[in-house]
Nanobody, 124 residues
Framework: QVQLGESGGGLVQPGGSLRLSCTSS????????MGWFRQAPGKEREFVAG????????YYADSVRGRFTIHRDITTNTMYLQMDSLKPEDTAVYYC?????????????????WGQGTQVTVSS
């Protein structure tokens, strides 16, 4: 069984920063990609950022490009999301996902495993 553990959420003022972490553990498996998605109250889950595990190629939603940075540490099986210049509209529960087969990283339906989610609140 694969587990994804997330951390790093919290309350921050507009313009502030947070860093989310997601560590995968469990049985041996091949990771093709990992990604971050978020879901605000009353809204559907949306893609935030994704990364191809082998070569580090990254993808971003237009709403976060230039403010968020995704990267990974292969040695610890950990993915990070550095979030800068946060806005109130970034408030949501953030989920990390892991896909084991070649997938379009911006589509949540293709991910095999999910973390429990971590709350990010941007408010003054």
């Amino acid at each position: 069984q694969v587990q994804l553990g997330e951390s790093g959420g919290g309350l921050v003022q507009p313009g502030g920063s947070l860093r989310l972490s997601c560590t995968s553990s469990g049985r041996a498996f091949r990771t093709y990609a990992m990604g971050w998605f978020r879901q605000a109250p009353g809204k559907e889950r949306e893609f935030v950022a994704g990364i191809i595990w082998t070569d580090g190629l990254t993808y971003y939603a237009d709403s976060v490009r230039g403010r968020f940075t995704i990267h990974r540490d292969i040695t610890t099986n950990t993915m990070y999301l550095q979030m800068d210049s946060l806005k109130p509209e970034d408030t949501a529960v953030y989920y990390c996902g892991l896909g084991t087969a070649q997938i379009p990283v911006s589509y949540s339906d293709y991910y095999n495993y999910w973390g429990q989610g971590t709350q990010v609140t941007v408010s003054s």
